[in-house]
Structures are given as C-alpha cells and as structure tokens.
C-alpha cells in the first residue's frame, strides 16, 4: 500500500469561527472539539518540522456526530476543521474500543 503524507495547516480562528456556528446549531460535541483544538494549537510550541501533538478530547463526544460533520466539512470546507472532527472521532472511537 502507497502512504501519502500531508500537511495540514490549523488556522485556530477557523476553528472558532465554526465552534461558535455549530454550538449555535446545537451541535455540542462539534462545538467541544473545535473549541479544545483551538485552544491546544495556540498554546502548544514545536521546533521545526515536528508535528504538534494531538489535542485530548473528552470522552463524552459523540463520534458519529463527528463523524457527519467531518463529512459535510471535506465536501464544502475548511479543510482543517474537516480533519480536526475526524482526528476526534478517530480518538474517541480508539478510546472506546480500548474500554470495552
């Protein structure tokens, strides 16, 4: 299998500009993650080419939820919001299997 590797630039205002327009849709599991990753991407530092850790997200989220979302948001944009709800869901659906 080929791997491809990518670079994604997290523009943070991005990221709560749609946490605020989803918690006002009442999408609070969107919302939470955006909010979280904002606030991790702008407190967290890396030397050169070293990707920053992943953020923590709370084990309450509804990965399908996310899912959807990250869904609607490769369709139609931005792509960094896109892949911070999959990141999420991915962690969140980790976390769950390692429980059960």
């Given at each position: 299998?080929?791997?491809?590797h990518?670079?994604?630039?997290?523009?943070?205002?991005?990221?709560?500009?749609?946490?605020?327009?989803?918690?006002?849709?009442?999408?609070?599991?969107?919302?939470?993650?955006?909010?979280?990753?904002?606030?991790?991407?702008?407190?967290?530092?890396?030397?050169?080419?070293v990707?920053?850790p992943?953020?923590?997200?709370?084990?309450?989220?509804?990965?399908?939820?996310?899912?959807?979302?990250?869904?609607?948001?490769?369709?139609?944009?931005?792509?960094?919001?896109?892949?911070?709800?999959?990141?999420?869901?991915?962690?969140?659906?980790?976390?769950?299997?390692?429980?059960?």
């Amino acid at each position: 299998m080929t791997e491809i590797h990518v670079k994604v630039v997290i523009d943070t205002d991005h990221l709560r500009w749609w946490a605020a327009k989803h918690r006002g849709l009442g999408h609070e599991s969107v919302a939470a993650v955006l909010s979280a990753a904002a606030d991790h991407y702008e407190n967290t530092t890396t030397a050169g080419d070293v990707d920053p850790p992943a953020p923590s997200y709370p084990a309450s989220l509804d990965s399908t939820e996310l899912k959807h979302w990250a869904n609607w948001h490769i369709d139609r944009g931005p792509t960094n919001v896109a892949h911070t709800l999959f990141a999420a869901a991915e962690q969140r659906q980790s976390q769950t299997t390692q429980h059960n």
